[in-house]
T-cell receptor, first 116, second 111 residues
């Protein structure tokens, strides 16, 4: 168990809908990362937050948005869903932004999103 | 360039054999190279990592070999076991501290 929790575990919805995925980082971790993993594909970095502020953006669609709250949990909002958005969405957390540590990312169990 | 190229895409190895997965990078500013292991239905987990000032790092049956001049690094799994069957991802950490990921290698160890 990495200490990162994600809810829900599974989500089935229809095209055009909007969903919210939730992530609680490990205790004390300030950085949260969101990744998308399509079937048998690699990890696509979406966005990173550090202590409530957006730090980096990857290949995140304009229909997607995220935020990190004062208690450090994060939410990923996906709107106007399309069939191609079906994927595993992972949240990861790390202790620091960078610093002298190797900044290991600890991954949650993921949310499997199915868009019908 | 930020890419990390990983090969092979899939690999089948007999139990007890050596599994080798290769990665190549272009960005000489990368300062940290982790390998993550992912089992089906689970999130990736850090397996082993290396800094570019070290040519080899060994942890149990897992070894990273690093060739800075060639900008290549590889994961060797000695005495591969069925429990090692998983998807392995290499990555490089860039100057903005983001991990740039390889595409992954699906490893199957045949009993």
């Amino acid at each position: 168990d990495s200490g990162v929790t994600q809810t829900p575990k599974h989500l089935i919805t229809a095209t055009g809908q909007r969903v919210t995925l939730r992530c609680s980082p490990r205790s004390g971790d300030l950085s949260v990362y969101w990744y998308q993993q399509s079937l048998d594909q690699g990890l696509q970095f979406l966005i990173q937050y550090y202590n409530g502020e957006e730090r980096a953006k990857g290949n995140i669609l304009e229909r997607f948005s995220a935020q990190q709250f004062p208690d450090l949990h994060s939410e990923l909002n996906l709107s106007s869903l399309e069939l191609g958005d079906s994927a595993l969405y992972f949240c990861a957390s790390s202790a620091t932004l960078a610093g002298s540590s190797y900044n290991e990312q600890f991954f949650g169990p993921g949310t499997r999103l199915t868009v019908l | 360039q930020q890419q990390v190229k990983q090969s092979p895409q899939s690999l089948i190895v007999q139990k007890g054999g050596i599994s080798i997965i290769n990665c190549a990078y272009e960005n000489t500013a990368f300062d940290y190279f982790p390998w993550y292991q992912q089992f089906p239905g689970k999130g990736p987990a850090l397996l082993i990592a290396i800094r570019p000032d070290v040519s080899e790092k060994k942890e149990g049956r897992f070894t990273i070999s690093f060739n800075k001049s060639a900008k290549q690094f590889s994961l060797h799994i000695m005495d591969s076991q069925p429990g090692d069957s998983a998807t392995y991802f290499c990555a490089g950490r860039g100057s903005n501290y983001q991990l740039i990921w390889g595409a992954g290698t699906k490893l199957i160890i045949k009993p």
